[in-house]
């Protein structure tokens, strides 16, 4: 890609990530690379499974300690998002990578992990030619703003409310 652009896929709806995956897999069949950075989570979720054995050319990593994040974050849940900080701005500058996700990074801010400046920093370093998508609930309006592209997930009636739980391949 000769030209790169920052995607933002924000609001209190379902599917920002599955709108990063599916965004993710177009990549990779027009023969990109990408990097998958999530914060927040942790685990063998089905869509990770997925990307690990069958796309070698999406390299995902998670920087969160597998737990909602409640009122002040721990130490742990701060040092663990330092780190996916420190390694998405690598995989950012790395040569390596032609799209870079940065998934719940909104979430990560809204949970105290880091400020919004972090974020900000990370759009203003953006290399010319990599996309940079950022997904997660409550994207500020600074980083809306800096954004090319930014979509509003908008719930307009949900089952979880009739008590549906989280179904593997579906919510998880």
Known sequence: MNKGYIQVYTGEGKCKTTAALGLAVRAVGAGLRVYLGQFIKKGDYSEIRI????????????????????????????????????????????GRYDVVIADEINGAVGA????????????????????LVLTGRGAGGKVCGRADLVTEMRCLKHYFNAGVQGRPGIES
Do not use: I
């Open 51 to 94: 990307l690990k054995e069958r796309f070698p050319e999406v390299t995902v990593e998670q920087y969160g300690a597998g737990r909602f994040v409640r009122g002040k974050p721990s130490a742990e849940d701060r040092a663990v998002a330092a780190q996916g900080l420190a390694a998405l701005r690598s995989a950012l500058h790395s």
């Open 112 to 131: 105290g992990l880091f400020p919004e400046d972090e974020v900000l920093s990370l759009m203003a370093d953006k290399p010319e030619a990599v996309e």
